[in-house]
């Protein structure tokens, strides 16, 4: 991905597998539109999509960024990799099948130029909890498409360190997984490390520490196969291991890393997933030896995806958890000018409801967070104030923003605080801020954003005044 699996020089060799059953992964043929696997004892389901919706409908805006055009505003051109299609929000290229899958489809106009689609989770703070495990898993189908007619294609499945979110110009330094990826048709999945320095480095980028093999049974192309990547902190050394079809094919050890590497990418906050279909680049270029796509490369074919789920295991701060409530009672919205209860937050992603100052709060929030109120009522009014009932205890000098924004938490803030230590997680004060001004009715998200990993605040309640 960016600069990740950019100008590759690679070409892998198909690996020979290290063939390891993996407990959570569903080895027994399963039909094209498969749920969510249950989750089996020891392990705890944090996130899930399994693209259930009508036909020709686009995937949940609740769970997924759609990422459009050639790049990231401000970061490389062709997403860094080489790759040539426009990436799209039409549902020519991305949709709901009706059938319990997303399709992402890459499409040659008839000047031939090619579109296709990219997602990323709204969600950037996938990590295992302490000494625990984090298990990211899909069910995916290639685009059923090899030879020449191939020549180009370029689907992936992967992850991408939080701090990339609105930097992207700190690859590798903050980790990259690739968890499935496959170019021009192969019968083969690649799964590769990104981390260190670019060029070069203790990933040896823009290469990165990969290894690849042959589908199980059906070619990649021809079937659906499980993809899953695990980050395991309960062994000794910490390891990233690989897996296809419950297979062990690639791992990578703490051991082989120096200690400034592994901590820059296992320290913040955690990952977002990803999942796109590129056409050209390093990457398929490097693998064919010569430009690609060529005038023999078929229009048409899409990436499948039955589900994504991303699982925790073991003792220590569970990770951040999404929860939805439909709060306000009675389902009339917020009343921006009167106090808004943070536990109430009709989705909260990360943080803790706990008893405190009086009443509940979300406690312990940090980097990547977010806070979203559905339907907030500001009227005709205009709210130039922002306040919230905060507290932290975060230490070292350690700081975070929080901030406002309206109808997308990727939207620019329109105001926001700085806080840091107020003297412990139960000393709360009220902070105001100054914000754009605002009218009319909107989704208000508060969201979170610090330089590092630890949480540092927790939130009362907010409101909003003129």
Not at 156 to 164: R, T
Not at 324 to 346: C, F, H, V
Not at 390 to 401: K, P
Request: hydrophobic content about 35%.
């Amino acid at each position: 991905m960016e600069f990740s699996r950019s100008r590759r020089r690679r070409v892998l060799a198909t690996a020979a597998a290290l063939i390891t059953a993996v407990p959570l992964a569903i080895v027994a043929t399963m039909s094209a539109n498969a749920s969510v696997p249950s989750t089996p004892a020891g392990w705890t389901l944090q996130w899930s999509d399994d693209f259930n919706g009508s036909a020709n409908t686009l995937p949940s805006s609740s769970n997924w960024i759609f990422d459009t055009g050639y790049g990231y505003p401000g970061g490389p051109g062709n997403w860094g990799t080489g790759e040539i299609q426009n990436y799209t929000t039409s549902t020519n290229n991305i949709k709901l099948d009706g059938s319990g899958n997303l399709r992402i489809t890459a499409l040659r106009d008839g000047s031939g130029g090619w579109t296709s689609s990219r997602i990323e989770t709204q969600r950037s703070n996938f990590r295992p909890p302490s000494g625990g495990k984090l298990a990211i898993e899909g069910r995916i189908q290639m685009p059923n498409v090899t030879g020449q007619a191939a020549l180009g294609y370029w689907p992936a499945f992967w992850a991408l360190g939080s701090p990339y979110r609105g930097n992207y110009w700190n690859w590798p330094a903050i980790g990259e997984f690739d968890i499935m990826e496959n170019v021009n048709g192969i019968n083969s999945v690649w799964g590769v490390l990104h981390c260190g320095v670019n060029p070069g480095g203790p990933c040896n980028e823009t290469t990165g520490i990969g290894n690849s093999r042959a589908c199980p049974g059906s070619s990649c192309q021809s079937a659906f196969h499980t993809y899953r990547f695990e980050w395991d902190e309960s062994s000794s050394p910490k390891a990233f291991r690989w897996y296809v079809d419950g297979q062990q094919f690639h791992s990578v050890t703490q051991s082989q890393l120096d200690a400034t590497t592994w901590n820059n990418m296992t320290s913040h906050a955690g990952y977002f997933i990803l999942l796109n279909l590129a056409i050209g680049g390093a990457f398929p270029n490097a693998i064919a030896g010569f430009g690609t796509p060529t005038s023999a490369t078929a229009s048409g074919h899409s990436l499948l995806v039955d589900y994504v789920a991303v699982w925790t295991s073991g003792s220590g701060t569970t990770p951040p958890t999404t929860t939805t409530t439909t709060n306000p009672p009675g389902g009339s919205g917020w009343d921006a000018y009167s106090d808004i209860q943070a536990e109430q937050a009709t989705t909260r992603s990360g943080g803790a409801v706990e008893s405190a100052d009086g009443g509940q709060s979300v406690t312990q929030l940090r980097n990547g967070d977010s806070l979203r109120f559905s339907g907030v009522r500001f009227g005709s009014r205009t709210a130039t104030q922002f306040v919230a009932r905060a507290a932290s205890g975060v230490s070292g000098g350690a700081s975070g923003l929080v901030e406002v924004r309206l109808d997308s938490p990727t939207a620019t803030p329109v105001g926001s605080f700085a806080i840091a230590n107020t003297g412990g997680w139960q000393s709360y004060r009220t902070i105001p801020a100054n914000i754009a001004g605002i009218t009319g009715t909107h989704d208000v998200y508060i969201t979170f954003t610090s330089g590092q990993p630890s949480p540092y605040v927790s939130v009362n309640w907010i409101r909003f005044g003129t």
